[in-house]
């Protein structure tokens, strides 16, 4: 654990303060409100003292000193604000005016701006000098999708520099040229043709405008703003903090909110840039029904009486399971627990699911048999203080930027990082060491991690003692399997050179802490399950876990994923993980829920592929998806279509038309994350509050609305709750692990689960103590590695391996609905290994078809070393190649999820 500082006691002006020893003086007085000037210096930044403006007086020093790169002392005495420092001041900010253009458009925030009106310099006369800035024939720099950078603003305070660098980790920017005439340069020059990836960290901590967004720049004005809106960004499981800022019932700008977790003010792109989709002309505004093959507009009152008639008639005739439902990993929790009592109670069937199944089912599964927790163990904040990141099938920069910022930092103060992917990611840029396996082969190299940790006793024997059911005789099970797994035999199955396999063995094993970030990459096979197994297996036997800055942590894709399993959306549990199986748990449910005990199911649902399979064997006759797209996110995409033409009635619940809302016979419009009160559960258990910004679109209506009012329709009538707020407490009474948690407390901060009573501050990292299975132990999982079914052959010689894009999300619903996002990238490409393409005949930009044992699609490719010889890569969010109808929907026998991940291909020149 970290050690907290000494408290210092000195006196600014001669007013004493208290503050941990070595602190920034700057910060300390402006936290006690002493407004002294600066211009370069930013809490988030190393100090700089390029502005000069914080200049005071400290007793025993000589001359001014700059108090951003002061650290308080024990005695300290600080003269901050004397006639001298004030005219000094006023004399540094006429210089900087002498080189600045002060023209002010009302389109951003000036803190120059501020400072020239608090010195009486808004005037020209009032100033020292003519400004010369017009001389300079600087060139604006309008070239990136994102941004604007005007030279003639432009300060040189460093502060966009070293917020690329380290706050982001990214390194893009410097300065060219020399005295006045300096200016920024991204990359060797222009913005646009750069490696800049428009996270606009620099336009959030410029002081003058010289960097300022592109988006919406003719129509924002800082004084029309009605409203700003703290919110939960609606990508990623990481859960940033957002202030959206509304003007004339617009979204107009989102800014990160600082000194908040888990993201203190950090955004990427999509999280800065990806909310025009709110306001998109395509937004589904009415009810849709279906008649003669085409759609028509109706009544909510026609369509909402049409579904619960359609669905009631299914129920009667053909039993409670003939129904399922998909919940989404985009709405609230609010929204989904009441979908999936709706499911359980409505329809009478624990058929409920969603994309969780697609992503980290097996993760979960493995984690909860073992550890008896499906969810991250550690805080995001912990990326950067472990000595150690072992980084498996998660290509974490692309897929989790801001939580991957505070892994770059960690690097920075020394972190080893272990990469194991098949692909090249830009993690491997920061990484100690870098495994690249053969696709498929994950278990014989992680089997044989631990056969070398176990011959060189890296283990940790007490631990296993204590702390791993079964003690040493579980383990010996695991020694005597992995025995064989060698590095000379792993490196003849997975690629892996021995030499590399040792050192991050050592690495992992021996350092003072450690910690696993698993990925689909990881869970998206038939053997995810056993994966994650191995991966828990390595991490037990080495004590990396149950201390502080240790553990293994399942970064999530979606802003609710993590949610909206712990609060019910599963065909196994109820709210809080409780098994549906489980008398005691029905009772406790249904006395909550103020309905019949018999009434709840005691069997378990089908999961969400096992939904579309008995879709097409005619065993579901109607589905209820809220806010899903399985005709993009679902394996086998040939199968999923004629599942769904199968069903007797479909009903899609979305924000835009999708391209599964095509087979839908009703669809309902709902609200998107900006138009509704409620909470998300980002990827280390932290419950956080959304708010609404802006008012739904039409007549769409909220979620949890929709929902209500169908489980009267259907004669399953929910309390009238008044508020989401209301929602929320039936939920946490429900819930065990947020029974502490409320919306009173959530106004002061985020909450980790778990978190038992009103009194309790939340669980920062997992399992200090115990277990969450019953014995309060550990268990070890020895499996052995098999060769997967889907193989390689004459006809389909090459691997294919699907995944994300920065720029991108999910099935792209919401990101290709935004201009900034499409201007970065908009069409599918597949990348393929420079031998593979001369073997095909292929060049760079090729059109080609790629085709599976399941289906077909056309693609651009990519020539790349990015991929191993035999393999090929496709990102998966672009409707004109959907690369799932390549996939197949066998199932991990445990987890019930799909391998997106292997797909034997063949690629022809078009």
């Not at 210096?41 to 007086?57: D, E, F, Q």
């Not at 209506?701 to 209301?726: F, Q, T, V």
Request: aromatic share 8%.
């Amino acid at each position: 654990m970290l050690q907290a500082k000494e408290m210092v006691i000195f006196t600014i002006d001669g007013r004493t303060i208290e503050a941990p020893d070595d602190s920034n003086l700057l910060e300390i007085a402006r936290r006690n409100g002493i407004a002294i000037p600066g211009l370069c210096y930013h809490r988030k930044l190393t100090p700089t003292g390029a502005c000069r403006l914080c200049l005071v007086k400290i007793e025993g020093m000589r001359g001014l000193i700059t108090s951003c790169t002061v650290k308080v002392t024990e005695g300290m005495k600080v003269t901050a604000f004397d006639r001298e420092l004030e005219d000094t001041r006023k004399l540094l900010l006429n210089y900087l005016l002498y080189e600045h253009n002060d023209a002010y458009d009302g389109t951003y925030p000036d803190e120059l701006r501020e400072l020239i009106f608090r010195y009486g310099l808004e005037k020209p006369d009032n100033r020292y000098f003519k400004p010369v800035w017009e001389k300079l024939k600087f060139v604006t720099d309008d070239s990136s999708p994102v941004l604007t950078y005007d030279p003639s603003k432009c300060i040189k305070c460093f502060r966009c520099i070293k917020a690329c660098d380290e706050v982001q980790g990214k390194n893009v920017l410097s300065f060219t040229d020399r005295g006045i005439d300096s200016f920024i340069i991204a990359g060797t020059g222009i913005w646009g043709g750069s490696e800049c990836d428009g996270c606009g960290e620099c336009i959030q901590l410029c002081p003058t405008g010289a960097i300022v967004e592109k988006p919406n720049r003719e129509v924002i004005n800082l004084e029309k703003i009605e409203k700003s809106v703290v919110t939960n960004c609606p990508y990623c499981g990481v859960g940033c903090q957002i202030e959206l800022l509304v003007q004339d019932g617009r979204i107009v700008r989102s800014n990160g909110v600082e000194g908040v977790s888990p993201n203190d003010g950090r955004l990427c792109v999509k999280g800065r840039f990806g909310y025009e989709f709110v306001h998109s002309p395509d937004r589904l505004t009415r009810p849709l029904i279906k008649r003669n093959g085409s759609f028509e507009e109706a009544t909510w009152d026609e369509a909402l009486g049409l579904v619960a008639d359609r669905f009631t008639e299914i129920r009667n005739r053909f039993g409670a399971d003939a129904l399922a439902g998909y919940a989404s990993a985009k709405c609230t929790n609010e929204d989904n627990y009441l979908f999936q009592k709706f499911i359980r109670t409505a329809f009478g069937t624990n058929n409920i699911d969603y994309c969780t199944r697609l992503c980290h089912a097996s993760t979960v599964t493995a984690m909860l048999k073992a550890m008896g927790d499906g969810a991250g163990s550690n805080s995001i904040e912990d990326f950067e203080t472990t000595d150690c990141l072992f980084v498996i099938g998660n290509n974490i920069i692309d897929t989790h930027p801001i939580t991957a910022t505070y892994v770059k930092r960690g690097v920075v103060k020394g972190q080893k990082i272990i990469v194991v992917d098949p692909k090249w990611t830009p993690l491997v840029r920061y990484a100690t060491v870098w495994l690249q396996p053969r696709l498929g082969t994950d278990i014989a190299l992680l089997n044989g991690l631990v056969h070398i940790i176990i011959k060189n006793r890296w283990t940790d024997t007490k631990f296993i003692e204590e702390r791993v059911e079964g003690g040493l005789e579980a383990f010996k099970q695991l020694e005597e399997l992995t025995a064989r797994y060698t590095p000379a035999y792993v490196e003849e199955i997975t690629g892996v050179p021995a030499a590399s396999l040792n050192m991050a063995a050592m690495l992992y094993a021996t350092s003072p802490t450690a910690m696993i970030a698993t990925g689909m990459g990881m869970s998206q096979q038939v053997t995810g399950t056993h994966n994650v197994f191995c991966l828990i297996n390595m991490m037990l036997i080495t004590g990396q876990v149950g201390r502080e800055r240790c553990g293994i942590n399942p970064p999530r894709g979606q802003n609710n994923v993590q949610g909206a399993t712990d609060v019910g959306c599963s065909p196994l549990n109820y709210p809080g993980y409780m098994p549906v199986t489980n008398d005691d748990n029905r009772r406790r449910v249904a006395e909550v829920w103020g309905v019949p005990y018999e009434s709840l199911s005691p069997e378990p649902g089908l999961t969400t592929v096992e939904i579309m399979q008995a879709g097409y064997d005619r065993r579901i006759k109607g589905i209820y998806i809220m806010g899903e797209n399985p005709m993009i996110s679902d394996p086998n995409l040939n199968h999923t279509e004629e599942a769904l033409k199968r069903m007797d009635f479909v009903v899609v619940q979305d924000i835009f038309p999708t391209e599964t809302t095509r087979f839908a016979d009703v669809i309902l419009p709902a609200s998107s994350w900006a138009e509704k009160e409620g909470t998300y559960v980002n990827s280390d258990r932290r419950v956080l509050r959304g708010r609404k910004a802006v008012g739904c679109p039409g007549e769409a209506r909220l979620d949890w609305k929709i929902i209500h009012e169908l489980a009267g329709r259907m004669g399953w009538p929910m309390p009238e709750y008044r508020s989401e707020n209301e929602i929320f407490g039936e939920l946490a009474r429900v819930t065990p692990i947020m029974a502490g948690i409320s919306y009173v407390r959530l106004e002061q901060g985020s909450i980790q689960w778990p978190c038992p009573d009103k009194d309790h501050p939340g669980t920062p990292t997992l399992y200090l103590d115990r277990f969450n299975t019953s014995t309060g132990r550990g268990k070890l999982f020895p499996v052995e590695y098999v060769p997967q079914n889907e193989q390689t052959d004459r006809d389909y010689p090459l691997m294919l391996n699907s995944g994300r894009l920065l720029y991108h999300y999910h099935t792209a619903t919401m990101s290709r609905r935004t201009k900034v996002l499409r201007d970065f990238v908009d069409e599918s490409f597949a990348q393929i290994h420079p031998g593979d393409a001369g073997r095909y005949g292929l060049t760079e930009g090729a059109r080609v078809r790629i085709e599976s044992r399941r289906g077909e699609l056309e693609t651009t490719v990519r020539v790349s070393e990015d991929v191993l010889e035999g393999e090929v890569f496709m990102p998966w969010h672009f409707t004109e190649s959907q690369v799932n109808r390549l996939t197949r929907d066998e199932l991990d026998p445990y987890s019930r999820i799909a391998p997106f991940k292997l797909s034997a291909v063949r690629i022809t020149k078009i």
